[in-house]
């Protein structure tokens, strides 16, 4: 991972690009919060906005199982973000734009930038903090092998345990 790691002004400054999937087990962090999921497709793009200010842009896209709150089974998720990410050179100035416009986000320049970093960020934040089903019983019964018949005891079993316990109560 670490030889993804590069100075995100000069990428942004040379309108550079990136692009690529992640498995799961590249997203540690992720992986922690998600019962499955991958590969993700990410895209980062350097550039600059209209002020002249380097920006990065980052799209991600992929599929993700969740665990239900209510009945812990899978729920499907569907990451599909692409955000933009303004670069700065002091937190002061990134506060103050962050304080003028409320859709900016803010980065630092940072000459060992790991964009696997932001990648887990933008993900983790993307991640619905409760997940739960519309309607547990429906959208669980969707999933495989949730439908076969619920289990009845057999009546002639319960009654052949039945005469078993009465003849070993007449000895
Ligand atoms: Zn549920």
């Given amino acids: 991972m670490s030889d993804l790691i590069f100075d995100n002004g000069e990428f942004a400054r040379q309108q550079k690009t990136l ?7 590249d997203l540690p962090r ?8 991958g590969p993700v497709q990410f895209a ?8 002249k200010r380097l920006t990065l842009d980052l799209s991600l896209k992929g599929h993700f199982e969740l665990s239900c709150r209510r009945c812990l089974k899978p729920m499907p998720f569907e990451l599909d973000v692409a955000s933009r990410f303004t670069l700065f050179a002091d937190e002061a100035r990134m506060d103050e734009a962050e304080a003028d416009d409320e859709d900016l986000e803010g980065l630092l320049f940072e000459r060992a930038f790991d964009p696997m970093n932001l990648v887990e960020d933008e993900i983790l934040l993307s991640l619905p903090f409760a997940p739960a089903h519309d309607s547990c019983e429906s ?8 439908g076969s018949t619920p289990q009845k005891p057999n009546p002639f079993a ?3 345990e039945l005469k078993g316990k009465l003849k070993r109560g007449e000895q």
């Fill in 19 to 25: 692009h690529g999937e992640l498995a799961l087990a």
């Fill in 44 to 51: 980062l793009a350097g550039g600059s906005d209209h002020y």
């Fill in 139 to 146: 959208d669980a019964a969707a999933a495989p092998d949730a």
């Fill in 30 to 37: 992720v992986a922690g919060e998600v019962l499955a999921g």
């Fill in 158 to 160: 319960v009654l052949a």
